[in-house]
């Protein structure tokens, strides 16, 4: 009986000590898969920054790289929420590029947040050149993934595939940063694809631009 007592007593202490062991194990896989997760968001938030470090700045400007903290895509409304402010000397009306171009324009400034008003909603208006054959327009957003040129200055047709960057005109964009390009033209004008989908970027600059405003 003593020995059995024992015995049950030790197989008690392996069980006891298996249930701790394996407590001890789910903890540490549970810490393994955090930071596992931590890692992996790491990984995509560098190859994002080092996608803004290729980005080739405008000359005689300065940025502010600021992290996408929201997207907001509506009917009537499409728009990004960024992570500085007036802290951050960002002002209303700054551009705002990604890696390969001007995404949309700060339309709201918080003290340390600020929204932009993305090339692709209804209401935004910039000021845009034809790359090669110097057509001045307005850009106007549809909506949806295209863009539209509006207000040509002239009749000279721009042909398909050519490329669409900004103009300096009113001094708040500056010159020469890409938007797009032409990707048809029917009874209804121009119609301009973007290079990329305005939302992916998770990194943005806000263009710090000072130019000859037009009076």
Known sequence: PVAS????????????????????????????????????????????????????????????????????????????????????????????????????RVTEVGPHTARVLLLSDVASRVPVVSAKGRQRALLTGTGNDMLRLSFLTSDVPIKLGESIVTSEEGGLIPAGITVGTVFRHDASGYLIKPHRPLTRAEYVRVVQFKGSQTP
Not at 14 to 20: K, N, Q, R, S, V
Not at 27 to 39: D, F, G, I, T, Y
Not at 52 to 61: C, G, L, T
Request: net charge negative; charged share 25%; hydrophobic share 45%.
């Open 5 to 104: 007592a024992r015995a049950l007593a030790a197989d008690a202490r392996a069980f006891f000590h298996t249930i701790d062991e394996n407590r001890k194990l789910k903890a540490e896989n549970e810490r393994l898969r955090h930071w596992q997760s931590v890692a992996i968001e790491l990984k995509a938030e560098n190859e994002s920054l080092r996608t803004m470090a290729n980005y080739q700045p405008v000359a005689e400007v300065s940025y502010v790289t600021a992290r996408v903290l929201s997207t907001s895509l509506g009917d009537f409304a499409q728009t990004i929420l960024l992570n500085v402010g007036e802290k951050d000397g960002i002002e209303n009306l700054q551009p705002v590029v990604d890696s390969v171009g001007l995404i949309g």
